[in-house]
């Protein structure tokens, strides 16, 4: 099977908390366009101060990563497999908040990085709830 047949295949019947993580890999993978299109948004939205050093190409290689988050929770998400969904949260309820809130309180992108901070965590704790019910 080529790559491109095996990223194209059809998902068998998902639960909704895999369709949950691949729609929260939508998300992430947009966002991470958007930051490495335009790093800028940081000051546009999240009314961010400007850029001293080489803080726009930071945001850019954070954006790139988040893409490829979201890239993988996607076809994760799609795979139904339900170990994806339980890695998530467990990522996004530990790892997330640990790093980036002590990051945002000491003013790095503060009101970037708290809102996924605290966006993160919460999406996670819908993704176990939808996981839990399946069980």
């Given at each position: ?25 939508v998300l992430y993978m947009g ?74 309180l000491m003013g790095v992108f ?26």
């Open positions: 099977m080529s790559l491109i047949k095996a990223l194209l295949e059809k998902p068998a019947k998902l639960s909704p908390a895999s369709k949950f993580t691949y729609l929260n890999g966002s991470g366009i958007l930051l490495v299109a335009w790093p800028g948004v940081a000051q546009t939205i999240f009314q961010e101060t400007a850029f001293v050093g080489r803080e726009e190409a930071l945001l850019r290689v954070t954006g790139l990563t988040l893409g490829v988050i979201g890239w993988f929770y996607f076809f994760g998400g799609r795979s139904g497999a339900s170990q994806i969904v339980a890695a998530s949260v467990v990522d996004r309820l530990i790892f997330v908040p640990a790093v980036l809130i002590p990051l945002a503060p009101k970037l990085l708290l809102t996924f901070g605290l966006l993160d965590p919460t999406l996670a704790v819908i993704a176990w709830v939808l996981f839990r019910r399946r069980v």
